[in-house]
C-alpha cells in the first residue's frame, strides 16, 4: 500500500494540474485538512523531504500540520514531534543549508507554523523560546548569520502582528496586554545592536516593524541601542 506522504504528494501534483483526477485529489487533499489527526505526520514528512517532494507537496504538508497545531483534537505529539523535527531542520536547512532562499513563501509558512508553537508553548513550555532562536544568528563573535537572522526578525514580525492586531487588542483586558508586552520584552536584549542597513531589503522591513510594533506602547524600554532609521 502506498504511504500517505506519498499519497499526498500525487494528490497535490494531480489537484494542481487540469485532468480526470483533479476534482477526486482535491477533495481528498480537503478532507485531510479537515481532519488532520491521521494525516499532519505524513504532512510533516512532506514538508521535510526537500529532495523527494515538490514544494507545492511541502508546502500542503505544513498546512496539514497548522491544522492540527489548531485543532481541537490537537494532542501533545504533535506539538513535541512538530517542535523537535522542524527545529532539526532549522539547524540544517538555515545554519548548514541554503536556508530556503529560492522558496520564500515555504519560509513564510515556515515562521506561521512556528508562530503557533510559540502561540501554545510560550512562555509556558517553552520558557527559553526567544533565547534559543537569538542564540542562532551568530555565525560567529562578529558576523551574523542572514539567513538565521532574517527568519528571526521574520518571526518577531509575526509574534508582533499578532500582538498589536487592533481586533484583538479591543478584545483583551489591560492585564492580558501587559502580559503580552511581557511575552517580547526578551527579544530587546538578545538582538545585537547592530544597524538594520546591514541587513537585506526584506530583513530591514522586518527588523523596523518588530521593533516599532513592540516596543513603543512601553516607555520605560531603552531604545538607546537600536538604530531605527530609515
Not at 477533495?27 to 504532512?43: C, D, I, M, Y
Not at 503580552?180 to 530591514?204: E, G
Request: hydrophobic share 35%; glycine share 2%; charged share 20%.
Amino acid at each position: 500500500m502506498t504511504a500517505l506522504d506519498e499519497q499526498i504528494h500525487q494528490a497535490v501534483t494531480a489537484a494542481l494540474n487540469p485532468g480526470p483526477l483533479q476534482s477526486e485529489a482535491t477533495n481528498f487533499l480537503q478532507e485531510l485538512r479537515s481532519n488532520p489527526k491521521h494525516s499532519w505526520e505524513h504532512g510533516l514528512i512532506c514538508f521535510l523531504a526537500i529532495d523527494k517532494y515538490t514544494p507545492q507537496t511541502r508546502l500542503f504538508g505544513l498546512q496539514l500540520v497548522d491544522a492540527m497545531l489548531t485543532s481541537h483534537q490537537q494532542d501533545q505529539a504533535c506539538y513535541q514531534t512538530t517542535r523537535e523535527q522542524l527545529w532539526d531542520y532549522i539547524q540544517r536547512q538555515f545554519i548548514n543549508g541554503d536556508g530556503e532562499q529560492a522558496l520564500p513563501y515555504l519560509r513564510n509558512k515556515l515562521v506561521q507554523t512556528i508562530f503557533l508553537l510559540f502561540f501554545q508553548s510560550y512562555p509556558n513550555s517553552w520558557p527559553d523560546f526567544f533565547k534559543d532562536f537569538a542564540r542562532l544568528i551568530r555565525q560567529d563573535p562578529q558576523h551574523l548569520n542572514p539567513r538565521t537572522t532574517d527568519l528571526y526578525l521574520r518571526l518577531l514580525h509575526e509574534i508582533s502582528s499578532e500582538l498589536s492586531d487592533a481586533f484583538l487588542r479591543i478584545n483583551k483586558s489591560p492585564e492580558r496586554l501587559a502580559k503580552d508586552a511581557d511575552y517580547v520584552t526578551p527579544f530587546v536584549n538578545m538582538m545585537p545592536p547592530v544597524s538594520h542597513k546591514k541587513l537585506s531589503p526584506s530583513s530591514q522591513n522586518h527588523y523596523k516593524h518588530s521593533i516599532k510594533l513592540v516596543l513603543p506602547p512601553h516607555p520605560h524600554k531603552n531604545l538607546s541601542k537600536w538604530e531605527l532609521g530609515s
